[in-house]
T-cell receptor, first 112, second 113 residues
Framework: AQKVTQAQTEISVVEKEDVTLDCVYE???????LFWYKQPPSGELVFLIR??????QNEISGRYSWNFQKSTSSFNFTITASQVVDSAVYFC?????????FGKGTRLHILP | KAGVTQTPRYLIKTRGQQVTLSCSPI?????VSWYQQTPGQGLQFLFE???????NKGNFPGRFSGRQFSNSRSEMNVSTLELGDSALYLC????????????FGPGTRLTVT
């Protein structure tokens, strides 16, 4: 069975702190895609990143970085020097054969 | 380029009624997917349409149906509404059939009373 677990339901950090959101997935497939989406209070999900199962290279985009480790089935997301605008719910998702499964999401509060 | 639009944004219906939600994808996108988001179940996939054909379907009862038109616009219909159908319904579009790198609309908030 395929499953995505985001164990952190809610996280609060003070602005400028670094924060890591965890994502652990389960799949027996060798070919799959992993994603992160951001859902701000407005409700619209925003695509952040897509990573295929054959590319374990870490990625950095500005203050955002992602660490993909197949050995531990994890795809963690780190925000460096967090800002209040980063406050949102973040979803990790797994896609294989056009079936996408979302984690329950992590609600991130960045306190000024 | 205009984003994904959904209408209406808010809707209140009574149990037993039916409802139709509309989604206009980003120009050039041929795949449209629908999701239901509730506090209890989270984000759940409903179905995906590509070139007017349903390609994938999630685990929802037959009361949930959809269709896609030749201009890629899509509609979702829920018949015989139940209280548990109250949710945020999100539509997402993508260029190809592969669900993943999708662009989401703002959603339609449906309340069933």
């Amino acid at each position: 069975a395929q499953k995505v677990t985001q164990a952190q339901t809610e996280i609060s950090v003070v602005e400028k702190e670094d924060v890591t959101l965890d994502c652990v997935y389960e799949t027996r497939d060798t070919t799959y895609y992993l994603f992160w989406y951001k859902q701000p209070p407005s409700g619209e999900l925003v695509f952040l990143i897509r990573r295929n199962s054959f590319d374990e290279q870490n990625e950095i985009s500005g203050r955002y970085s992602w660490n993909f480790q197949k050995s531990t089935s994890s795809f963690n997301f780190t925000i460096t020097a967090s800002q209040v605008v980063d406050s949102a719910v973040y979803f990790c998702a797994l896609n294989r054969d056009d079936k996408i499964i979302f984690g329950k999401g992590t609600r991130l509060h960045i306190l000024p | 380029k205009a984003g994904v639009t959904q209408t209406p944004r808010y809707l209140i219906k009574t149990r037993g009624q039916q409802v139709t939600l509309s989604c206009s994808p980003i120009s050039g996108h041929r795949s449209v997917s629908w999701y239901q988001q509730t506090p209890g179940q989270g984000l759940q996939f409903l179905f995906e349409y590509f070139s007017e054909t349903q390609r994938n379907k999630g685990n929802f009862p037959g009361r949930f149906s959809g269709r896609q038109f030749s201009n890629s616009r899509s509609e979702m219909n829920v018949s015989t509404l139940e209280l548990g159908d109250s949710a945020l319904y999100l539509c997402a579009s993508s260029v190809s059939t592969r669900m993943g790198e999708q662009y989401f609309g703002p959603g339609t908030r449906l309340t069933v009373t």
